[in-house]
């Protein structure tokens, strides 16, 4: 339920967003939504920050391309950007403050991070001091790192994180821009490694079994084509014949992505499990497109693994109702047992058993086909010890050899039967090693800490003092300006701890008017509905604490005051004085605008610009 607005007047709500992803447009919707825009109520202005000169994150970057319905979203947040409360701030990175006496009292506009070499460095404490309430939103940028050898950079050649891949096909500038890449390679290179041609790539390895993975493995079969011969070049980018290309070459996809795409040769994708097939973390949904690819067919499971499987889930169904009937667990709970869980995994199990016994039955047809492997976990990535032509090549350069195999721990359930029915598996003692030309890991996402980047004082003539800053909005301590230098972290979780959305400190103390939403509050769970979900109730806890005049559940209640409505749509000074190009909601059209019509002219829904320059320059 959302929270009501109070009959007199409360103080302005500035907020500032750190994020223009899902979860920081939801938030910010639904805060706007609270307060109707009229000379009436409560006065409020949002600030979205974001890194990157356009908005929508993992929307625009991270839902595959072939899922246009799922972007559609991007719709709603355009609309919530034409609401004159909110402003949009790109190019813009928000990072801790420095450590430097000297920084402290100047401007915070600092060199360029190591990432993003065109964007505006902002300190916390440079941001927070205009705003009276802050939300970090900026979601899950980095991969898990597998830790095993031949996954460390430099070891192989085509072993590539999902998180890069998936950057690579959504047209992610960390994976195209030249200067962004030149200092992601410390120099190396100005140009991503993947490459599906070179080579005779016709088997993928994709470690983990959720949503991204599927993802990867249908992306690559959907565009391949191992029944054309390699042919010359100089054609169209959409001119092959690959069942299913089409669904991509309508979309957004980037078209030097679609190129390599269309002329790969992969025949078979194997998706490789940790644990077992009820363990499995991909939706229904996305494995019944991957069953109804056109011209792919699915390699059929063991009938006794799927028995196996059948047996743990009638299991954990009966444990759960025993536990139910002994008040140990709550009959309305959504958990592992539960009857809405245990009726999605039948299903799933129904899917594979029906593709298995299908093609048991089918006699070929299909030019490529995937399967999955249970009960596996990667020991070791290997490159070709037999003096493969690619190997050998490679000896006499300073590129890392290609990954060839992989070697693999067999697992098993910790203990089996009902005794025990932990999801919780073990090596057997056994290992085997399988074939492969690309390796790609989706072992999940993860944050990263707002550390310092060791600012210096930018060379700006117009320094920015902690006098000139303001500090307060109204007349008593819920309209005073924040202060914030450092974002807590938890490295163990790789997360930003909090309760309820209200971050913590180190102690476990609410931090006062300081929020974080999305996976950076909660890890990398669930899909885009999820994300919705739970920035809704941190924005109504938002709007709770504004409105009740509580800074946090433990703080006390703050002074009613007369409403102050000055600077409300006022950024910080370092960001009015920039010499680095801020992008705001009019100039996020303008490149909406030709990325549209771009795509209009090659058939397609749009055609994104690829380096920050290049997105500057256009709307310049």
Known sequence: MRPSLRLHSPPPLKLAIVGGGPSGFYAASRILQAFPNQPSSAKVSVHIYDRLPTPHGLVRYGVAPDHPDVKNVEHKFDQTLKDPRIQFFGNVNITSSSSSPQASNATQEIQASAHFPSALNLSLSSLTPYYNRILFSYGASSSRPLKIPGSYPGQLSNYHSALDFVNWYNGHPCSHDPKILRHLTGGRSETNDIDLLKGDKRHLTVIGAGNVALDVARIVLRSSTPFLEPSGGGESTTSSQSPGLLALSESDIPEPVLAQLCKSKFEKVDIFARRGLTELAFTNKELREMLTLAGTGFSPLPASQLEQAYLRVEEMSKRFEKEVSEGRRDANELGPGSKGDTRVRKRLLGLLEKASKEMRSQQGGNSKIWGLKPFRSPIELQADSQGNEDTVASKGSSDPPPVRRVEWSLTAYKQEGPANISSEVVSTGESEVTETDMVISSVGYRSEPLDSIGAQPSLSTNPIDAEDRPTKFGSNPEGSALELEKLPFD???????????????????????????????????????????????????IISDHLSGESSREGKKEDDHSSFLGELQTPPREVETSSQRIVGKEDWEVLNAYELEMGKKLGKLREKILSVDEMLRVIS
């Open 491 to 541: 490295s163990k979780r790789w997360i930003v701890p909090n309760r309820e959305g209200r971050v913590l400190d180190a102690e476990g103390n609410i931090i006062p008017r300081v929020y974080v939403s999305g996976w950076l509050s909660t890890g990398p769970l669930g899909v885009i509905a999820s994300t919705m979900m739970n920035s809704y109730k941190v924005a109504d806890n």
